[in-house]
């Protein structure tokens, strides 16, 4: 995956509408009116919404008949996903560390109070 294309999932995901968009989308595909009814905002503020979901690669839009149903795609979250376990791992690494240093920092004051 390009670095642009992670900026795009990450700028994409930074809005809690688009992630409330993309939350409703995992349970199935849904108009552009069905997608706004839960936001105080017109449909062309969520269509813009949508654009920068669909630009980012984690929707797509159909056209069927006079309905355009939007759909999750989520192959980016899921390389955007192996991006972060880098950093995960980092930190669980990092922790495991710090566990260590304090176990053993316990154990010397144990023994030193005997």
């Known amino acids: ?33 069905e997608l706004a009814a839960p936001f105080e905002m017109s449909l062309p503020a969520v269509s813009k919404h949508l654009k920068v979901l669909e630009k980012a690669g984690l929707i797509t839009r159909g056209r069927e008949a006079q309905w355009r149903p939007c759909r999750l795609e989520a192959e980016p979250l899921r390389e955007a996903t192996d991006w972060l376990e880098i950093y995960r791992q980092f930190w ?10 304090l176990r053993d920092l316990q154990n010397k004051e144990n023994n030193d109070a005997r």
């Open 92 to 101: 669980d690494d990092r922790f495991e560390r710090l566990d260590d240093y």
């Open 1 to 33: 995956m390009s670095i642009d294309q992670l900026s795009s999932i990450f700028a994409a995901l930074a809005d809690p509408t688009r992630r409330a968009i993309l939350l409703r989308l995992a349970e199935g595909e849904a108009s552009v009116t």
